[in-house]
């Protein structure tokens, strides 16, 4: 027993690490036998911007995407993210692919480290280990470190829990060394994870408010406030090496020749240069801004806002808010009053509040951010289970039980918390997200790759740009970053009804592109729609634009058309970009259209799971049993024994604009308007039409359809 005693740490650790990641390969068994979801052998990753990092490295490892100019930039702004999987894929016998599926287990699941750790500091480890358990698994942060999710989250939190436990431990036992390992961590969290900014900065703030309030004429506190400051401004991190030692140094050798109030004038000169070199504040503001926009973005000209259409960026509902903090609403109370008693008993753990504040402005700013809650309320709920038993059982006795009260206390802990953590397995179980892609149409990609060339580009919508970048190696106007302006253009491509506009529009922009500065002064996207159209009419320029006879630039590589039929689903999103006049941010038409495959057939109705319905009979729309709209044409498409589409189209009414499309090997039913009847995506996509003289068709599959723009 005194030898377990002796290792508790260690066995702590071990089992809250083996659990982290035994819950996260849950994914990986459920998906084990589904064919689709593998490439060359591998399960394939779950979020898009795990192929931009992903094409980075590959890039680095195999020269494959030498063509594309944001990769120097991905590199510039997440070098150790890229780095460090660089290195991994050298060093290890695993191939990319393996490594990015697997590196957010290995690496999120340290979070536990820190957490057990801070808790050790108050002789709580064994409330460390429920803590850990719990937090390790909550929705929110397991949504954004499982096995697949391949994104500078796995980072997010575990950088900052173990700065907090150097912060925490030094106030504790005052030794500054603890405050020049949380900096150089600080340094390297910013190089890892750049949004990191933001949250860490807060720390730094709240860490010198406390010090300043309860330890205010402590000399090492001052120290500590260089040590931060450098740790934060923007500047090369082989330089913060340097200055943190020669910090230390000289805080070593002078530290009897420097009075109390020369080191105030010291913290205060690293504050000042902490403020002037560092943009922290300016960060806050414009996330802020950013996740809490609305509607279409002013300016010369009027373009539509891409974050209200970002799921992660919208309100989210109470409910939601506190289960993916805590599991469920009942947990997520119970923490916050078990993290203000652990406040008011150990003041120390106000350090955590901004992580708080952060994680509690998701409420309203999306629900990415609820993960910096996670650690905070796992603790608090643990310390109150640990607060009530201890009342509960003082003076109790055993009932013959030889159980000591700590161990009692432990046992009942251990219950209580496996109550906590059942929502968020059940969660786990639950949540079979899919790859970004199926199998078959990363087939198409790796098609494209083969008959394409890396400075080719792929006109396709940005939730697809990174994916597109792997596989193919050709290069997008927009993607997962670069997804502003210049959405206007990909939407206006895939909306309008002239041809002719997509290819000038798709040569004009892609030209004007590769020709212009990417990148500004502020390392900010320079947007291709600003370049265009600066100077002219939006609207006459676009009339312009079907003309056959007008003069774009030298064409300089080819330009493929990506039309995949999971868009269909985001159609009405993407109409969303064009369908406004860029002169006055207003909406030019009034859309209708659904899609569906939710339906059964009863005799002459086709019933949705919404409530409309078709009457094939009377060749009408049922919106409700006042409404009905008229049925202008009727057309179903299916592929013949060869694999050839083929097109049956019958008119039921020739004065409405009201069409229905019945795509019978998918099994999909099509409502929409004249207007996007005739756009691009539909016509090219589900019906194959398309002018010979200006596409050649690529690849034609029931899920991606490729064509190359003959201009």
């Known amino acids: 027993m005194k030898k377990i005693q002796k290792y508790d740490l260690y066995i702590y650790l071990a089992i809250a690490y083996m659990f982290s990641i035994a819950c996260r390969l849950i994914w990986v068994y459920q998906f084990s036998d589904i064919d689709y979801a593998y490439w060359h052998g591998q399960l394939m990753i779950n979020t898009n911007d795990g192929y931009y990092f992903g094409t980075a490295i590959k890039n680095l490892l195999f020269h494959s995407n030498t063509n594309n100019p944001i990769l120097p930039m991905a590199v510039d702004t997440y070098p150790g993210t890229i780095y460090s999987i660089y290195f991994l894929a050298k060093v290890l016998p695993f191939s990319l692919d393996t490594i990015m599926l697997y590196a957010p287990t290995f690496i999120s699941s340290l979070i536990v480290i820190p957490i057990i750790l801070i808790l050790r500091l108050f002789k709580l480890t064994s409330l460390g280990f429920f803590a850990a358990l719990i937090a390790s698994v909550t929705w929110s942060f397991y949504n954004r470190t499982m096995t697949g999710y391949f994104d500078t989250d796995m980072y997010a939190l575990v950088f900052p829990m173990f700065i907090l436990y150097f912060m925490i431990k030094f106030l504790l036992i005052q030794d500054i060394k603890n405050i020049l390992i949380a900096s150089f961590l600080t340094s390297f969290y910013v190089v890892f994870y750049p949004q990191g900014y933001v949250a860490i900065g807060s720390l730094f703030f709240i860490f010198i408010i406390y010090n300043l309030i309860f330890d205010r004429k402590n000399i090492i506190f001052y120290q500590t406030i260089l040590l931060f400051s450098i740790a934060l401004i923007k500047i090369p991190l082989i330089l913060k090496l340097i200055l943190f030692t020669i910090s230390f140094i000289f805080f070593k050798k002078f530290k009897n020749k420097i009075n109390f109030k020369q080191y105030i004038y010291i913290a205060i000169a690293s504050i000042v240069i902490f403020l002037l070199f560092s943009n922290v504040f300016s960060l806050i503001l414009s996330k802020v801004s950013w996740y809490t926009t609305t509607g279409v973005e002013g300016g010369k000209l009027h373009f539509y806002d891409v974050a209200q259409t970002i799921r992660e960026a919208g309100k989210i509902p109470f409910d939601i808010f506190a289960k993916r903090i805590s599991g469920s609403i009942i947990t997520f109370i119970l923490s916050i009053i078990g993290y203000i008693l652990l406040v008011l008993r150990k003041k120390e753990f106000l350090l955590f509040l901004p992580l708080i504040a952060i994680g509690f402005f998701a409420y309203i700013g999306g629900l990415r951010f609820t993960v910096y809650a996670i650690p905070a309320m796992a603790i608090g709920i643990v310390y109150l289970f640990y607060t009530v038993l201890d009342i509960l059982l003082t003076n109790k006795p055993s009932y013959g039980l030889k159980l000591s009260r700590q161990s009692q206390i432990n046992i009942l802990i251990a219950i209580a918390t496996s109550i906590v953590l059942y929502p968020n397995i059940k969660h786990i179980i639950g949540y079979t997200v899919s790859p970004v892609f199926i199998k078959k149409e990363v087939q198409v990609l790796d098609k494209l790759k083969n008959i394409s060339n890396s400075k080719d580009y792929t006109l396709a919508w940005w939730d697809y740009g990174y994916p597109i970048w792997y596989y193919s190696n ?162 179903i498409t299916a592929y013949d024994k060869n694999n050839k589409l083929r097109v049956i189209t019958k008119t039921l009414d020739e004065n409405s604009k009201i069409h229905v499309i019945f795509m019978k090997n998918y099994r999909q039913m099509i409502l929409l308007d004249d207007r996007l009847f005739h756009s691009t995506f539909i016509q090219m996509f589900v019906l194959e039409h398309y002018d010979k003289n200006l596409f050649k068709p690529i690849i034609l599959t029931p899920l991606v359809k490729i064509y190359k723009l003959r201009k």
């Open 474 to 635: 050709t290069n997008t106007l927009i993607d997962g970053g670069k997804h502003h302006h210049d959405n206007f253009i990909i939407s206006q491509i895939l909306t309008t009804s002239s041809p002719v506009q997509v290819v000038n529009l798709g040569r004009l922009a892609v030209e004007t592109y590769i020709d212009s500065n990417l990148i500004d002064v502020n390392r900010s996207y320079v947007p291709v729609a600003n370049l265009i159209f600066k100077g002219k009419n939006p609207n006459d320029f676009l009339e312009q634009l079907k003309k056959p006879n007008f003069i774009l630039p030298k064409k300089t590589r080819d330009i493929y058309l990506y039309l995949p039929n999971r868009m269909l689903n985001i159609f009405p999103t993407i109409d969303l970009f064009s369908n406004l006049n860029l002169e006055t941010g207003q909406k030019k038409y009034n859309t209708f259209f659904y899609v569906s495959k939710r339906f059964k057939i009863f005799r002459n109705l086709i019933n949705f799971s919404n409530g409309i319905s078709i009457d094939t009979q009377k060749g009408v729309i049922i919106l409700s049993q006042e409404r009905t709209i008229p049925i202008g044409k009727f057309t």
